[in-house]
């Protein structure tokens, strides 16, 4: 076996109460790898056996979800299981808990409530923006996407070429996998309607110069959508200040169920006409909402938002508003995650062969959030992906839908990457057994193709 790794950082993480506190408030945490591999079906490819409970680094595909949010979820479909604006005290009590979380939702983005419009994903809602957008635009506008990004902030843009739309592409710099903004500038034009890009890279963690892009942008007089998927979970952020004209969000990714969040401003929500149903209110930002909405998702993002504001109190916020709560708690969540970030590219980076795309540069992790995607040679990303899994880390393999992105990094057709993606409640303790089962597989491939597993022998404390 090689030497087990010892890491440290230079940054301030959670104190050992503090990560105690919060990793209680996930169920998932503490669930055993036998129960996990007692419920998984026969065919399962996954064969787990080893005797310590799971690391989850697979946040950037769905965060784990706080005991709070399922609560209010069962709590909604138990006592207040009914449609929105009826007559009876079920769908009233539901009216009061949807306006109390589209209120925590535009607490946490920084806007009025009437500007949080609710839906299915992200994805549904930027198609749905997309397609209401088209009949502002004529032949020969342009909308400018990124190579960074994600395909649901490009496809929907993409369908306006139907309609004669140009729509341009900025270019990375492959060496730090940052947006190359020469390029950017260069496109730039006044026939620019649009300019769609991403808050933070869902591959390599790349933080965007959001306030600088939006600028830029709204200099020719174009809108700018801001996909911030990847980033809420990681930073706190105010469209307000910022000055974007419409932001998506998806609740799953920051510690909530199954739901989509478009921000828009109001002026923009009002005189934009969705596509909608005759007897569907007018009104913003219900006219954006299509169909029934899920309450119980909506019921379990306020909760999401809940547990952050209590994380706020944990670290030392005092009275105030839900914002000052807020800042406390990214505050914290920020600082403890460039922790794991620079101990997890140290570790990485001792493997010998691997490769990790993006920031690496130990003074520009501002500029990122702490998701690595990486190669070695000899190793597909499916065959580390499964042997981590075997060893209880669950990560990601492929290319996570930002297809330009791996064609322009060559391996689109290789595999892609494996994506390790750390959150608030890891530890660096989950980051050294991680890079200990990652460096046991590339030292000996044999053993876990031929056994369908490793066997740990180092001790593992959930805590920092």
């Known amino acids: 076996m090689t030497a087990p790794f010892s890491i440290r950082s230079r940054y301030t993480m959670f104190t050992r109460d503090q990560m105690r506190w919060i990793r209680r408030q996930f169920p998932a945490l503490s669930v055993s790898l036998s129960e996990l591999s007692q419920g998984a079906q026969q065919s399962s490819p996954c064969q787990i056996n080893v005797q310590e409970p799971a690391i989850f680094m697979d946040g950037p595909g769905g965060t784990q979800v706080p005991s709070g949010v399922m609560e209010a979820m069962n709590r909604t479909l138990r006592t207040t299981n009914a449609n929105a604006h009826g007559a ?95 390029d950017f500038r260069a496109k730039l034009n006044s026939c620019t309607r649009l300019v769609a890009f991403g808050a933070a890279s869902n591959v390599v963690g790349t933080i965007n110069p959001m306030a600088q892009i939006i600028d830029l942008a709204h200099e020719v007089g174009a809108w700018v959508f801001l996909d911030a998927v990847h980033y809420i979970p990681h930073r706190l952020l105010d469209v307000q200040v910022l000055d974007c004209d419409f932001l998506v969000c998806s609740a799953y990714k920051f510690f909530g169920p199954h739901l989509g969040i478009l921000f828009g401003k109001r002026q923009l929500l009002e005189t934009i006409t969705p596509y909608k149903v005759r007897p569907a209110p007018n009104t913003v930002p219900e006219r954006w909402e299509t169909g029934t909405q899920n309450f119980e998702g909506i019921t379990g993002l306020h909760a999401a938002i809940q547990y952050l504001q209590r994380l706020g109190v944990r670290l030392g916020a005092t009275g105030g508003d839900r914002r000052t709560l807020l800042n406390a708690a990214f505050a914290g969540i920020e600082a403890h995650e460039q922790a794991l970030c620079e101990a997890l590219i140290e570790g990485l980076q001792r493997i010998p062969g691997l490769q990790i795309y993006g920031i690496c540069d ?98 593992t404390d959930p805590l920092p």
Not at 120 to 141: I, K, V
Not at 162 to 181: A, F, K, N, W, Y
Not at 417 to 441: C, D, K, P
């Open 362 to 459: 130990h003074h520009r992790l501002h500029q990122r959030t702490p998701t690595i995607s990486l190669r070695i040679p000899g190793h597909t990303p499916a065959e580390l992906a499964q042997a981590l899994g075997n060893r209880g880390v669950f990560s990601w393999h492929g290319d996570f839908y930002a297809q330009n992105l791996a064609d322009r990094l060559g391996v689109a057709h290789d595999g892609g990457f494996l994506r390790i993606g750390l959150v608030h409640y890891n530890t660096l303790s989950e980051v050294q057994r991680m890079l200990n089962a990652l460096s046991e597989i590339v030292a000996h491939p044999q053993l876990f193709v031929s056994s369908g597993g490793l066997t740990l022998d180092t001790p």
């Open 88 to 182: 009876f005290i079920t769908s009233q009590i539901l009216d009061l808990a949807i306006l109390d979380a589209r209120q925590a939702a535009a607490d946490l983005l920084g806007c009025e409530r009437q500007e949080i419009v609710f839906g299915a994903n992200m994805t549904t809602l930027s198609f749905a923006l997309s397609r209401a957008l088209g009949r502002w635009l004529h032949p020969g506008d342009e909308v400018m996407v990124t190579q960074l990004d994600h395909d649901a902030n490009i496809a929907p843009w993409q369908a306006l070429q139907e309609q004669g739309i140009l729509v341009r592409q900025v270019q990375i710099q492959p060496r730090d996998c940052t947006l190359d903004l020469e």
